[in-house]
């Protein structure tokens, strides 16, 4: 696939590679691309740096990993979004989001012309996307959202980032859930001293 990448920290930084590493062409998408966060990313396999609306219009698909209360002015600088799939992996922490807005997929919706709005890779920390094992068992993942063809990129691109299942958790409806999710996975990691090296699995007897 060809995937833009807004946000090249933590979490767009473990995503650029692993996506990349499974034959998948990365165009980060920032400001000034002889000067940004994450450079070394460019070391990555089939991995360019664009400005945003560039590594937009050559892209299928957008990955949104920027602080939560970016959301508006990232999406409203996307550009032309028609007919692509845009993948939220934000999250509101601590009531810092996007004005007027509960959650940051639903902002991108009110800001983009895309309708294939998922929210997803934001339920874990982004060294659960570096590494997704655990003693041999894989991390899930899970999406939320109205967009069929957006759940099938992201399950796939899921895989592609070494997760051993991606769940649907429903729609648009079960953004601001997702969010929730979240943020339970940085209380216990954070705040109940867990540690960041916990992830989720969904189990089946």
């Avoid at 934000?90 to 639903?106: C, E, Y």
Wanted: aromatic fraction near 8%.
């Amino acid at each position: 696939m060809k995937i833009a990448i807004i946000g090249t920290g933590n979490v767009g930084g473990a995503l650029a590679t692993k996506w990349s590493n499974a034959g998948n062409s990365i165009f980060l998408g920032v400001q000034d691309t002889s000067n940004f966060k994450g450079k070394a990313l460019l070391n990555n396999p089939n991995t360019t740096a664009l400005l945003v609306q560039e590594a937009v219009h050559a892209a299928e698909v957008v990955l949104l990993a920027t602080p939560a209360t970016a959301a508006i002015e990232v999406a409203k600088s996307l550009g032309d979004t028609s007919n692509k799939v845009i993948i939220d992996a934000m999250n509101v922490v601590a009531g810092r989001g996007p004005q007027g807005f509960d959650n940051t997929a639903d902002a991108i919706l009110a800001n983009t012309a895309s309708r294939d709005v998922v929210k997803c890779f934001n339920t874990t920390g982004f060294n659960n996307m570096e590494n997704t094992d655990y003693q041999g068992t894989k991390a899930d993942m899970f999406v939320a959202g109205d967009s069929a063809k957006g759940k099938e990129v992201a399950k796939q691109l899921s895989k592609d980032a070494g997760f051993a299942e991606c769940y649907d958790v429903g729609g648009d409806d079960k953004f601001f859930l997702i969010e929730q999710f979240a943020n339970f996975w940085i209380n216990l990691a954070m705040f109940q001293g867990q540690g960041r090296e916990i992830a989720f699995k969904l189990m089946r007897r």
